[in-house]
């Protein structure tokens, strides 16, 4: 069955640096996603990606953020300047038809330092 | 705005036992509503999803949940719990029309024992 792919399982980084956390989707998809679930919290929505440009983003989603699919397989997820509450984890989601049947990858987790 | 509230972190049951995991959502537009769940160490997993056809929806290992609209719930059900059913399991709620992000609640981790 097709799957979501998301590197790496485990990222951890100092406060300041930048990340870039990587997906590649299901290669038949349309939509993707970002999500991000703090140790304890609700998973949270930060962005969604459709036709090579953003379609919705989150008060989450400033100016740190971006996201950029740069082959036609990959779907990155940028931090520019990392802070301590971005430590969380991330999941990448993949549809054909929004988010009615969204796959999602096993996630990756940030800890910041 | 939309959101859903699942009641209780954590849910124990014994195996064999009825399984019930409430979910309640708020949404000012007919919604589609949703179970995920996510075993450990893996991404959510779709369970089912109500997207305003039966009130009563089957989903993949024997789960189900009803959509009722007075009760704003959306709980999710299984008659006889299975020790592979111990896992974490996440309600959400979109609105019905065109290209939306999913809103998820909290999560509530459900515990099988034997």
Not at chain 2, 66 to 73: A, C, G, P
Request: proline share 4%.
């Amino acid at each position: 069955e097709p799957e979501v792919t998301q590197t790496p399982s485990h990222q951890v980084t100092q406060m300041g640096q930048e990340v870039i956390l990587r997906c590649v989707p299901i290669s038949n998809h349309l939509y993707f996603y970002w999500y991000r679930q703090i140790l304890g919290q609700k998973v949270e929505f930060l962005v969604s990606f459709y036709n090579n440009e953003i379609s919705e983003k989150s008060e989450i989603f400033d100016d740190q953020f971006s996201v950029e699919r740069p082959d036609g397989s990959n779907f990155t997820l940028k931090i520019r300047s990392t802070k301590l509450e971005d430590s969380a984890m991330y999941f990448c989601a993949s549809s054909v038809v929004g988010p009615e049947k969204l796959f999602f990858g096993s996630g990756t987790q940030l800890s910041v330092l | 705005a939309q959101s859903v509230t699942q009641l209780g972190s954590h849910v124990s049951v014994s195996e064999g036992a009825l399984v019930l995991l409430r979910c309640n959502y708020s949404s000012s537009v007919p919604p589609y509503l949703f179970w995920y769940v996510q075993y450990p160490n893996q991404g959510l997993q779709l369970l089912l999803k109500y997207t305003s056809a039966a009130t009563l929806v089957k989903g993949i290992n024997g789960f189900e949940a009803e959509f009722k609209k007075s009760e704003t719930s959306f709980h999710l059900t299984k008659p006889s719990a299975h020790m592979s059913d111990a896992a974490e399991y996440f309600c959400a709620v979109t609105m019905n029309t065109g290209f939306q992000k999913l809103v998820f609640g909290t999560g509530t981790r459900l515990l099988v024992s034997p």
